[in-house]
């Protein structure tokens, strides 16, 4: 195994309902990603999920849309990730019901492949 490299993981909780200029707002967080060259990202949706401003949210039978958390997980050095958030922070300071950021440090053992 390789030798460990310090990182900053960048998490962003948005609902599925949120939206930057017509398009998911998880949607256009992963393509400034590839934009901006970072080195990974990842987008979960969760299955239920509650906030300081919103009901508990979880998918019914009868909701024409799904409103459901999602969590966008970016990993790349922390100069990388302060970089890329101050990028993304006019969308996200614009959501009506705000989101929650949070970054914390990992440690990254690269495996196999390389980064371009």
């Not at 390789?2 to 609902?15: A, C, H, K, Q």
């Not at 949210?57 to 302060?82: A, G, H, L, Q, Y």
């Not at 959501?95 to 970054?103: D, E, F, N, Q, W």
């Not at 990992?106 to 492949?113: D, F, S």
Request: proline share 6%; glycine share 6%.
């Amino acid at each position: 195994m390789n030798t460990p490299e310090e990182n900053l993981m960048l998490r962003i909780y948005v609902s599925s309902t949120d939206t930057v200029r017509h398009v998911p707002v998880h949607e256009a967080v992963a393509y400034a990603t590839r934009r901006y060259g970072m080195a990974g990202c990842t987008v979960y949706k969760g299955l239920m999920g509650a906030g300081r401003h919103t009901r508990l949210m979880s998918p019914t039978f009868w909701e024409i849309v799904e409103k459901v958390p999602v969590i966008i997980e970016i990993v790349d050095t922390s100069e990388r990730i302060e970089m890329f958030l101050d990028k993304i922070s006019c969308w996200l300071d614009r959501l009506p019901h705000g989101c929650l950021v949070c970054t914390q440090p990992v440690r990254v053992y690269p495996v196999g492949g390389t980064r371009s």
